[in-house]
């Protein structure tokens, strides 16, 4: 999809304002995000962000949860809100003609909401049964003690959703505070594409947000505990009618010169069809039910995950095969063949990522929140380009060495 560029402004409040001109379609499409997350969360407080995401546009000082709904759904736009590891996020979209009008309740949304007592309840305990639901779910359960053995004491350890404990300890005046503090037009990006001219998108969030002033208090300044690597193993027994084995690596954060080689690695490794994993594992030894890898983006540092789906019988036999198949990527160095390909999905995938409005406002607000800036967009396409064999082969050494294992199965199976 082509677009017209993309522009960046500073608002005299320290809003940052991300504009892409697209007129393909009649369509506008916003991403607002705030520095928040479950990684600027107290511990005790745990999966606040989560429910404050729920409950944001459930009203404000001046409409109920009802008014809301129908002032969004009687013009047939999108307004919701979000919250991540490392950002908290609310999109809209809307055709052209109404953009204005819902960027003004959104407005109001982000500095106005009510947060109802009984919306918090409900959503609390909806949240507490997806926590409860969770635990019935091997996957879920395998990720959590993954996460768990892996971050320990830092927030990236924990669930978006909290614990049963936290939740049952957050209030309404902890919601309140949360949002007062993160809140705030300093730290708050607009990311808009779609049929609307940069200067004038600027224009309209100067507008509707050029009066909102941000406290005189500063944000907090956030100590996180350091993530040191101590590799172990972690069971769970759960009568299941398959293991589900995970293999960690503690990995770099977004800004490290390894993040787009690690990138291209596990593109190559876990990413669809063609990936290694499941070619080897699922296709030739017939040891999968699912196979995959994945790494995440980080602020902090990250992790590279591989995990099988297996019966429970082969669960010794598929954890050595997972594990031999990351050992080969530092030990037998892809050949340009195998890296090419890899580029070339990895990009192509990339670039399939951008095609709506909302994608486009998704990526470059995005980039811009990790603080990697709207010129991130070029540069990681150029970096994945210049890995080299030596490099992928280098970083595998680095980072692939004794793995975190985290594995839930029958008794029977896991213990073996």
């Avoid at 470059?364 to 030596?390: C, H, M, P």
Wanted: hydrophobic share 40%.
């Amino acid at each position: 999809m082509e677009y017209r560029g993309t522009y960046r402004q500073v608002l005299n409040n320290g809003i940052v304002v991300i504009a892409t001109e697209n007129p393909a379609a009649d369509i506008i499409a916003a991403r607002i995000f705030f520095r928040t997350g479950t990684l600027y969360e107290p511990a005790a407080k745990s999966g606040i962000s989560n429910l404050l995401a729920t409950v944001l546009t459930k009203g404000t000082n001046e409409l109920s949860s009802m008014e809301i709904a129908e002032r969004v759904e009687s013009v047939g736009a999108r307004l919701s809100a979000d919250t991540t590891a490392d950002y908290f996020l609310m999109g809209v979209k809307t055709v052209s003609e109404d953009f204005a009008e819902i960027l003004k309740l959104t407005a109001e949304l982000i500095q106005t909401p009510s947060f109802p007592e009984a919306e918090i309840d409900l959503e609390r305990r909806i949240a507490i049964q997806g926590i409860r639901s969770q635990l019935e779910q091997p996957f879920a359960v395998a990720f959590s003690q993954l996460r768990e053995i892996v971050y320990q004491d830092h927030p990236y350890a924990l669930s978006s959703l909290g614990t049963e404990e936290t939740l049952a300890a957050i209030n309404r005046e902890d919601i309140l505070e949360f949002h007062q503090t993160y809140f705030r037009p300093d730290n708050m990006i607009v990311s808009i594409a779609g049929r609307i001219a940069p200067e004038e998108a600027i224009a309209l969030i100067e507008k509707v947000f050029g009066d909102w002033q941000p406290p005189a208090k500063s944000l907090p300044n956030l100590t996180r505990p350091k993530v040191n690597s101590q590799p172990c193993e972690a069971l769970i027994t759960q009568d299941t009618q398959q293991s589900i084995i995970m293999l960690g690596y503690l990995a770099s954060k977004v800004k490290d010169p390894d993040y787009a080689t690690l990138k291209l690695l596990n593109t190559y490794l876990g990413n669809g069809l063609s990936s290694r994993l499941f070619v080897e594992l699922r296709e030739k030894r017939g040891l999968a039910y699912d196979v995959s890898a994945f790494y995440p983006t980080r602020i902090d540092d990250s992790y590279f995950v591989t995990y099988i789906g297996t019966a429970p019988q082969n669960t010794a036999i598929a954890r050595e095969g997972l594990k031999m198949e990351v050992d080969r990527l530092a030990t037998i160095p892809l050949n340009e063949e195998e890296l090419q390909a890899a580029k070339n999905k990895l990009l192509g995938q990339y670039a399939l990522g951008k095609q709506t409005n909302g994608q486009i406002a998704q990526v470059f607000g995005w980039y811009e929140t990790l603080g990697l800036g709207i010129e991130f967009d070029s540069r990681f396409q150029e970096n994945i380009a210049a890995v080299t064999v030596k490099d992928a082969r280098e970083v595998a050494n680095k980072y692939f060495g004794d793995p975190y294992v985290s594995i839930v199965g029958p008794k029977e199976a896991i213990n073996n």
